[in-house]
């Protein structure tokens, strides 16, 4: 069914939602070591609970402390005893751009040609560097000043949901089970879920709707892992370092060059995994290095996370004992084994995208969402599409038709589920 053809009121407008959404500056910040990990993000939380009690919704729960929002959409498919499905979003934005001051603008009728995102001509989004925007001629784009990112991951997934609740709250035409409702702070840093209220939140299945491009629909992801390496050197006067100096730095690169050559984010795509350097700073007398390990095959992260085991080891018996000190550490796994015995969740939202003449594109995410952590608590989570996209950069941009069409397949998931019962 195509629930447009249900609709007679219309909720707040998506683009103006959306855009009021991206002026809240919520970046989070891993090295706060709080949660939430920046306080900024309680003020979009505590808009998102006035703006769900204002239309409605049932159950609103601002937690106070950690940063969550809750709310319910209560069932109205008399006399059937269906499942309770559940809708989940990010509040906070990356901080590999500044989110603060965000200026959002519309380019109508994209061209096909460069768009000059800053007043200066510095930034230019054009298809030279990001080819996929000649797929978005003749359509309407969100984008910034250059100054900064969009925040379209994953607000776009947020104003997305807020407009499915508000339409089904307004339309008692298009039947639908119990709709629950989650936004969370600290996706970004991996700690999504890290409070996240199973019980409170009450879904017996959900989805993430923080994906990219129209039609995709992700329930595989990567295994991870993070790393440290503390290196331990020595610094001695270098007119009289031969044979006592032992410069941490070094063997920090030393570190680097053992590592596979062609498993690095630059030389992978689909399925293939990596070791990607963070961030490494040192001296003479001491280097730190940060490292991220991911690979969707369990096996072969595993074989990763040995490699960079043996690569210290030899480290330590070349130079000594603690020259290097170790902290690895598996971040979440790949939630596919979660899902495949729900695989009804792929299944019906292909079918809510088909409905709509919309090509599910089944794809692996490189990467994580709080989806996969939560399908590890018992929750099973695939993502769905935004209409985002070059997320976690100044280039960032949103397609209005697509974030629409992403409204559309979110209801027709409401609707598919309203006579589903928990298997």
């Given at each position: 069914m195509n629930v447009n053809e249900l609709i007679?009121?219309?909720?707040e407008d998506l683009i103006e939602r959306f855009i009021r959404y991206t002026k809240f500056d919520t970046q989070s910040d891993e090295q706060t070591n709080t949660s939430p990990s920046t306080m900024k993000q309680h003020e979009l939380a505590k808009l998102l609970r006035?703006?769900?009690n204002a239309m409605g919704a049932a159950d609103v729960f601002y937690d106070e402390e950690h940063c969550y929002v809750y709310a319910t959409i209560p069932a109205n498919n008399e006399g059937a005893d269906s499942c309770r499905l559940g809708f989940i979003s990010h509040m906070d934005t990356s901080d590999a751009v500044s989110g603060k001051d965000v200026k959002a603008r519309i380019v109508e009728n994209y061209d096909g040609g460069d768009i000059k995102l800053s007043s200066d001509g510095k930034y230019v989004l054009s298809p030279a560097d990001f080819p996929e925007l000649l797929n978005h001629k003749n359509q309407d784009l969100i984008v910034t000043d250059g100054n900064t990112l969009l925040g379209a991951d994953d607000k776009a997934g947020i104003a997305e949901i807020m407009t499915m609740a508000q339409t089904l709250l307004l339309n008692p035409e298009i039947k639908h089970g119990e709709i629950k409702i989650g936004f969370t702070p600290d996706e970004e840093i991996g700690e999504g879920t890290k409070y996240f209220?199973?019980?409170?939140?009450?879904?017996?299945?959900?989805?993430?709707?923080?994906?990219?491009?129209?039609?995709?629909l992700e329930y595989e992801n990567f295994n991870a892992a993070e790393v440290e390496l503390i290196i331990n050197g020595r610094s001695v006067h270098p007119g009289d370092a031969k044979?006592?100096?032992?410069?941490?730095?070094?063997?920090?690169?030393?570190?680097?060059?053992?590592?596979?050559v062609f498993e690095n984010p630059m030389y992978t795509e689909g399925r293939e995994g990596f070791y990607h350097l963070t961030m490494m700073k040192g001296t003479c007398e001491k280097a730190v290095c940060y490292y991220i390990i991911r690979d969707h095959d369990i096996e072969k992260f595993k074989v990763k996370k040995d490699t960079v085991k043996r690569i210290v080891d030899f480290l330590n018996e070349k130079y000594g004992e603690g020259t290097v000190e170790l902290t690895m550490e598996d971040s979440y796994y790949?939630?596919?084994?979660?899902?495949?015995?729900?695989?009804?969740?792929?299944?019906?939202?292909?079918?809510?995208?088909?409905?709509?003449?919309?090509?599910p594109i089944d794809q692996p995410i490189r990467g994580g969402t709080d989806g996969a952590m939560l399908s590890y608590k018992g929750l099973p989570c695939p993502n769905l599409c935004t209409g985002g996209y070059n997320y976690?950069?100044?280039y960032e941009y949103a397609v209005i038709q697509e974030m629409r069409s992403t409204?559309?397949?979110?209801?027709?998931?409401?609707?598919?589920y309203s006579d589903f019962k928990v298997k």
């Open positions: 007679k009121n219309k909720p006035d703006e769900l209220d199973l019980e409170r939140f009450g879904a017996d299945y959900a989805y993430t709707v923080d994906g990219g491009k129209l039609g995709e044979n006592k100096m032992l410069n941490a730095t070094l063997v920090a690169y030393e570190f680097q060059s053992m590592l596979p790949n939630m596919i084994e979660k899902i495949r015995p729900h695989i009804h969740l792929v299944d019906n939202a292909k079918k809510a995208m088909e409905e709509l003449s919309i090509t976690h950069g100044r409204v559309d397949i979110l209801l027709n998931i409401c609707n598919i």
